[in-house]
């Protein structure tokens, strides 16, 4: 499955717009304060977040490839955080158009 952030692909001619397709991840982490000043535990949170995102852009192409899309375009990241019950909540949502394609 082909993806980027442009709106063409080189070499490639969008011939239909099929939909709107997006996945979306999030999880949870103890708000210690201790956490945020500890290397290790950021290391391990920069991780787990890029997880998360990758979880949410692997959820996106299942949704792409459902509707019998051969690319994504416009591909675009939308990180939140909340807190929620003495818990910091990541999520992600990556979204993008599903098109069909063809060698120009």
Do not use: C, W
Not at 12 to 35: C, H, P, Y
Not at 46 to 58: D, K, R, S
Not at 82 to 104: C, H, M, P, S, W
């Amino acid at each position: 499955m082909i993806s980027t952030t442009t709106n063409e692909i080189p070499g490639k001619e969008v011939v239909e717009i099929l939909d709107i397709v997006r996945g979306f991840s999030m999880k949870g982490f103890a708000t210690i304060l201790s956490s945020f000043t500890d290397p290790m535990r950021l290391r391990s949170m920069n991780e787990e977040v890029l997880e998360i995102e990758h979880e949410a852009y692997a959820d996106m192409v299942k949704h792409a490839e459902k509707v019998g899309a051969d690319a994504i375009i416009g591909v675009r990241l939308s990180p939140s955080s909340f807190e929620n019950d003495n818990a910091l909540k990541y999520q992600a949502t990556v979204y993008g158009t599903a098109v069909k394609i063809r060698d120009k």
